[in-house]
């Protein structure tokens, strides 16, 4: 899938922070093959709040937030929460994805998307790109750039979405 205009941006959140077309709106479909070779889908974690992340090891903004996906995932994990990374690396470095997911200590599921079906209902402007997915599986948050390490937009959107019950 070739984006027009998508690349590595490490930008920051847009100047009003809204998430646009997606905001309050159940998320896009979203489904892959793990590294592990299992199938998952984002509807499988329906009730959790799940922070969908696509990125790239080329992509050097991607690689400098991985620390911190990782550290949000580890602390919040028990409370109902985590992280969904998406791999939009081309196929055949599939060993490369599964290296920097070991250096990092990456412990979240990891979607191989190589040539962007997974995604290709996000509307990527580029790589990273982030979306928090509440309980009740609609888009509460994005980003269209890098996370930083303490991100104070991003953490007061995840205690606002894990105070939401678990929808019935």
Same mark, same amino acid.
């Given at each position: 899938?070739?984006?027009? %205009?998508?690349? =590595?941006? $490490?930008?920051?959140?847009? !100047?009003?922070? #809204?998430?646009?077309?997606? @905001?309050?709106?159940? !998320?896009?479909? *979203?489904?892959?093959?793990? *590294?592990? $070779?299992?199938?998952?889908?984002?509807?499988?974690? +329906?009730? #959790?709040?799940?922070?969908?992340?696509?990125?790239?090891?080329? =992509? #050097?903004?991607?690689? &400098?937030?991985?620390?911190?996906?990782? /550290? *949000?995932?580890?602390?919040?994990?028990?409370?109902?929460?985590?992280?969904?990374?998406?791999?939009?690396? &081309?196929?055949?470095? +599939?060993?490369?994805?599964?290296?920097?997911?070991? #250096?990092? $200590?990456?412990?979240?599921?990891?979607?191989?998307?190589?040539?962007?079906?997974?995604?290709?209902?996000?509307? *990527? &402007?580029?790589?990273?790109?982030?979306?928090?997915? $509440? +309980?009740?599986?609609?888009? /509460?948050? /994005? /980003?269209?750039?890098?996370?930083?390490?303490?991100?104070? @937009?991003? %953490?007061?959107?995840?205690?606002? !979405?894990?105070?939401?019950?678990?929808?019935?």
């Amino acid at each position: 899938m070739a984006l027009a %205009g998508t690349g =590595c941006t $490490g930008k920051s959140a847009d !100047a009003d922070g #809204k998430v646009g077309a997606f @905001e309050g709106f159940v !998320a896009p479909s *979203l489904q892959g093959k793990t *590294l592990s $070779g299992d199938y998952i889908q984002l509807s499988d974690f +329906r009730g #959790k709040v799940v922070l969908v992340n696509v990125w790239a090891t080329w =992509c #050097k903004p991607c690689v &400098k937030e991985l620390p911190e996906l990782g /550290r *949000l995932h580890g602390s919040l994990s028990a409370q109902g929460f985590t992280v969904l990374g998406v791999s939009v690396d &081309k196929v055949g470095v +599939r060993r490369v994805v599964e290296n920097f997911v070991a #250096k990092h $200590g990456l412990k979240y599921p990891m979607i191989l998307d190589p040539d962007g079906h997974a995604v290709g209902s996000f509307e *990527l &402007k580029g790589y990273p790109t982030s979306m928090l997915i $509440g +309980r009740d599986g609609k888009v /509460r948050w /994005r /980003r269209d750039g890098i996370i930083k390490e303490n991100d104070g @937009e991003l %953490g007061k959107q995840i205690e606002l !979405a894990l105070a939401q019950p678990v929808p019935e």
